[in-house]
């Protein structure tokens, strides 16, 4: 039995309709406005009694028979009133899947605006670096990278009875000079907390860290990034700190698939580390990666952390949401212990792009922890946190609270090694990377990007000013066979800097060579592939006989062979084509094999031409 229904009686949003009537020729009115397919609404004995008289549908409440309908019908008419529908563009409902017709409808109509209006990512880091330390945060323990397994673990690791935490002294330094590099305000008085949680390879069951009142807070952290095009325009930006804390790592855990078990290595339980907190001011996977390359900079510049994250020391969690702009922040995901800066940026795009592909399919986002294959080049879900861990936060009694001092408060009599002096490490903080790129510019006239490079490789800057301080070479030029040749060959290679086998010094005894005119540009290429093999330059001249040709009549000779041998070449010149005199040098280059100064050769040439 069909019946044409313009609206129903009911309640919406909660609230009772007073005057139907008046609501039902209000949405005839907006429907007219906006034309839509006429829609009938079936209904079937299977939903509603045929006892219902037609003529009560209208009224504000409908009769009992009505009251008895199937609850899959009452759940339809309940998502109309809700205003997901209005009576011109209803879907038609007939049998059983009337309900599943109309969410699927709403799904497909709300992908649909979903893709036509464009989205803003949202993209918070949180960072945990190891402090350099040779101790552990709360115990005598050694810190060592790759020691056996369960070798450097103290009773107070293993959280045996009676054992309690001695603070270690170079970890709150560490913090303050990380605090003070960032901009951070230092809390003169900040308090440890126990957070609790079970884990295998954390045997007290709490880790010790700073929820309530951490060490530092309210920083920022500039850094810099390559956008236009062809990536040839430095831009830079501002990333807010929300607090610095101190905490305890957890161990390790070693899962052998083969057996179904997992060992546990407490070497790790226990080691100081600084969490950064960073506010969700970024909004793409460039920019997240560009700002842990500044602060990893920072820290090895502050010696507070060596930040190395092959080894595990800097370690970066990334919380991403996506919304269209001007809507609240939607539902984030957090990827965790993501351990390169590449992988990073690679993690947050495609996060950022599942997240908008899934939303704009009519899914929802779930707020949960997944992790990054670097394999796979995507995410994937470990666990879910829709339902809040308790980690019943509560004081550490075995801890009183940390005070600091500044110059002002500093007890009388009292030597900057009893007391953390914050004033006192402020003097000694060193130049930070972003002071040090500048002086690179001004004291090398050197460009800007090539400042960001010197930095960026460990251990280059320091090879550079070794070879500028050797060589009588101009620094921009000794710095392009550095990056060029020098970097290039290691990256092929897969070498840091200080594995070159090229020294610094043996590098400027060749570019003195070149500088000086004993050998030419192209045997100095020459020369340095035999470098690589532990040859000195002097010694690869002399095997190979690379010295310029100094003998004038010798070149000219030569030159005029060259000629003699190329007379479409000459031809061309003398029309007035002076480039193809170029390929006339390279050809007497090629017959003395590099040993011939290319000027002196040009210079030549064009006196015989002319």
């Given at each position: 039995?069909?019946?044409?229904?313009?609206?129903l009686?009911?309640?919406?949003?909660?609230?009772?309709?007073?005057?139907?009537?008046?609501?039902?020729?209000?949405?005839?009115?907006?429907?007219?406005?906006?034309?839509?397919?006429?829609?009938?609404?079936?209904?079937?004995?299977?939903?509603?009694?045929?006892e219902?008289?037609?003529?009560?549908?209208?009224?504000?409440?409908?009769?009992?028979?009505?009251?008895?309908?199937?609850?899959?019908?009452?759940?339809?008419?309940?998502?109309?009133?809700?205003?997901?529908?209005?009576?011109?563009?209803?879907?038609?409902?007939?049998?059983?899947?009337?309900?599943?017709?109309?969410?699927?409808?709403?799904?497909?109509?709300?992908?649909?605006?979903?893709?036509?209006?464009?989205?803003?990512?949202?993209?918070?880091?949180?960072?945990?670096?190891?402090?350099?330390?040779?101790?552990?945060?709360?115990?005598?323990?050694?810190?060592?990278?790759?020691?056996?397994?369960?070798s450097?673990?103290?009773?107070?690791?293993?959280?045996?009875?009676?054992?309690?935490?001695?603070?270690?002294?170079?970890?709150?330094?560490?913090?303050?000079?990380t605090?003070?590099?960032?901009?951070?305000?230092?809390?003169?008085?900040?308090?440890?907390?126990?957070?609790?949680?079970f884990?295998?390879?954390?045997?007290?069951?709490?880790?010790?860290?700073?929820?309530r009142?951490?060490?530092?807070?309210?920083?920022?952290?500039?850094?810099?990034?390559?956008?236009?095009?062809?990536?040839?325009?430095?831009?830079?930006?501002?990333?807010?700190?929300?607090?610095?804390?101190?905490e305890?790592?957890?161990?390790?855990?070693?899962?052998?698939?083969?057996?179904?078990?997992?060992?546990?290595d407490?070497?790790?339980?226990?080691?100081?580390?600084?969490?950064?907190?960073?506010?969700?001011?970024?909004?793409?996977?460039?920019e997240?990666?560009?700002?842990?390359?500044?602060?990893?900079?920072?820290?090895?510049?502050?010696?507070?952390?060596?930040?190395?994250?092959?080894?595990?020391?800097?370690?970066?969690?990334?919380?991403?949401?996506?919304?269209?702009?001007?809507?609240?922040?939607?539902?984030?995901?957090?990827?965790?212990?993501?351990?390169?800066?590449?992988?990073?940026?690679?993690?947050?795009?495609?996060e950022?792009?599942?997240?908008?592909?899934?939303?704009?399919?009519g899914?929802?986002?779930l707020?949960?922890?997944?992790?990054?294959?670097?394999?796979?080049?995507?995410?994937?879900?470990?666990?879910?946190?829709?339902?809040?861990?308790?980690?019943?936060f509560?004081?550490?009694?075995?801890?009183?609270?940390?005070?600091?001092?500044d110059?002002?408060?500093?007890?009388?009599?009292?030597?900057?090694?009893?007391?953390?002096?914050?004033?006192?490490?402020?003097?000694?903080?060193?130049?930070?990377?972003?002071?040090?790129?500048?002086?690179?510019?001004?004291r090398?006239?050197?460009?800007?990007?090539?400042?960001?490079?010197?930095?960026?490789?460990?251990?280059?800057?320091?090879?550079?000013?070794?070879?500028?301080?050797?060589t009588?070479?101009?620094?921009?030029?000794?710095?392009?066979?550095i990056?060029?040749d020098?970097?290039?060959?290691?990256?092929?290679?897969?070498?840091?800097?200080?594995?070159?086998?090229?020294?610094?010094?043996?590098l400027?005894?060749?570019?003195?060579?070149?500088?000086?005119?004993?050998?030419?540009?192209?045997?100095?290429?020459?020369?340095?592939?035999?470098?690589?093999?532990?040859?000195?330059?002097?010694?690869?001249?002399?095997?190979?006989?690379?010295e310029?040709?100094?003998?004038?009549?010798?070149l000219?000779?030569?030159c005029?062979?060259?000629?003699?041998?190329?007379?479409?070449?000459?031809?061309?010149?003398?029309?007035?084509?002076?480039?193809?005199?170029?390929?006339?040098?390279?050809?007497?280059?090629?017959?003395?094999?590099?040993r011939?100064?290319p000027?002196?050769?040009?210079?030549?040439?064009q006196k015989?031409?002319?």
């Amino acid at each position: 039995m069909l019946k044409e229904l313009g609206h129903l009686g009911g309640k919406k949003d909660g609230r009772p309709c007073e005057d139907f009537s008046h609501a039902r020729e209000k949405r005839a009115a907006k429907a007219a406005s906006s034309p839509k397919p006429l829609v009938r609404v079936a209904y079937a004995r299977d939903y509603i009694s045929q006892e219902a008289p037609p003529q009560q549908m209208g009224h504000l409440t409908p009769p009992t028979p009505w009251n008895m309908a199937a609850p899959r019908m009452r759940r339809c008419w309940n998502w109309l009133w809700a205003g997901n529908f209005s009576t011109g563009n209803v879907a038609q409902l007939a049998g059983p899947g009337a309900a599943r017709e109309i969410r699927r409808s709403a799904k497909e109509t709300a992908a649909e605006q979903s893709r036509a209006v464009p989205w803003a990512a949202v993209v918070g880091l949180e960072i945990h670096a190891q402090i350099c330390s040779n101790t552990k945060l709360f115990s005598g323990s050694r810190v060592q990278f790759a020691a056996p397994p369960n070798s450097l673990v103290s009773f107070f690791d293993a959280s045996l009875p009676g054992t309690l935490p001695v603070l270690n002294r170079r970890c709150v330094e560490a913090a303050v000079m990380t605090g003070l590099a960032l901009n951070c305000t230092i809390n003169k008085k900040s308090l440890f907390d126990r957070k609790h949680y079970f884990y295998a390879d954390l045997p007290a069951g709490y880790q010790i860290t700073q929820q309530r009142l951490p060490i530092a807070v309210n920083g920022n952290l500039s850094y810099s990034m390559w956008v236009g095009t062809t990536q040839n325009e430095i831009v830079t930006r501002t990333v807010r700190i929300k607090q610095i804390q101190l905490e305890q790592d957890s161990g390790k855990s070693l899962h052998d698939d083969l057996r179904s078990q997992t060992l546990i290595d407490l070497n790790r339980a226990g080691v100081g580390l600084m969490e950064v907190v960073m506010e969700p001011d970024m909004c793409c996977g460039e920019e997240a990666a560009a700002a842990v390359r500044e602060l990893q900079l920072i820290l090895q510049a502050l010696g507070s952390s060596q930040a190395n994250m092959a080894e595990g020391q800097l370690r970066v969690d990334a919380n991403v949401s996506v919304h269209h702009p001007g809507q609240p922040y939607g539902v984030r995901t957090e990827v965790k212990n993501i351990n390169s800066a590449r992988f990073l940026a690679k993690a947050i795009d495609y996060e950022i792009q599942r997240q908008i592909e899934e939303l704009e399919n009519g899914g929802t986002i779930l707020n949960e922890t997944r992790a990054f294959d670097y394999k796979l080049g995507r995410t994937i879900a470990m666990r879910d946190k829709e339902g809040k861990q308790d980690y019943r936060f509560m004081p550490e009694p075995n801890l009183p609270p940390l005070i600091l001092h500044d110059a002002k408060s500093v007890p009388a009599h009292t030597s900057n090694q009893q007391v953390v002096n914050i004033d006192w490490l402020r003097e000694r903080l060193p130049d930070l990377p972003s002071v040090k790129r500048a002086k690179l510019v001004e004291r090398y006239g050197i460009q800007s990007q090539h400042s960001f490079t010197l930095l960026n490789e460990d251990g280059l800057i320091e090879f550079f000013e070794t070879v500028v301080e050797a060589t009588k070479m101009n620094p921009k030029k000794a710095l392009g066979w550095i990056l060029k040749d020098v970097l290039g060959y290691l990256r092929q290679h897969s070498l840091a800097v200080k594995d070159s086998p090229i020294s610094p010094v043996l590098l400027a005894e060749l570019l003195n060579l070149l500088e000086e005119r004993v050998i030419s540009s192209s045997a100095a290429k020459q020369v340095l592939e035999e470098m690589w093999k532990g040859k000195t330059p002097a010694l690869i001249i002399k095997e190979k006989d690379l010295e310029l040709i100094r003998d004038q009549n010798e070149l000219e000779r030569l030159c005029q062979t060259v000629m003699e041998g190329h007379p479409k070449e000459v031809l061309e010149i003398k029309k007035g084509n002076q480039k193809v005199l170029n390929k006339l040098v390279g050809q007497v280059q090629r017959a003395t094999r590099g040993r011939s100064d290319p000027v002196l050769v040009k210079q030549i040439l064009q006196k015989q031409l002319s």
